[in-house]
């Protein structure tokens, strides 16, 4: 495991402070396990949008019709007389 030194603001410090007593946890494993968490979802999100890039250069497009039908189940029509 690897050790490394962070500067966060003082009301930072203070929240996670709090955080670890409540938790009954130390700071330094709260502060692990936030940026564990930060560092997954950060690589999720590129994964899916590089995913989403490679389709598009792929050519791979929603038709008119199919963004058509996933609008209308979001969206209700209203129809004046």
């Not at 989403?52 to 969206?75: H, M, P, T």
């Amino acid at each position: 495991m690897t050790a490394f030194t962070i500067r966060v603001p003082d009301d930072v410090a203070d929240r996670l402070n709090q955080l670890a007593q409540k938790l009954d946890r130390s700071r330094s494993y709260v502060a692990a396990q936030a940026i564990e968490d930060f560092v997954s979802r950060e690589e999720w999100q590129l994964e899916e949008i590089e995913a989403g890039i490679a389709e598009a250069d792929r050519g791979e497009f929603a038709s008119d019709d199919d963004l058509a039908r996933v609008v209308g189940k979001y969206v209700k029509t209203t129809s004046r007389s």
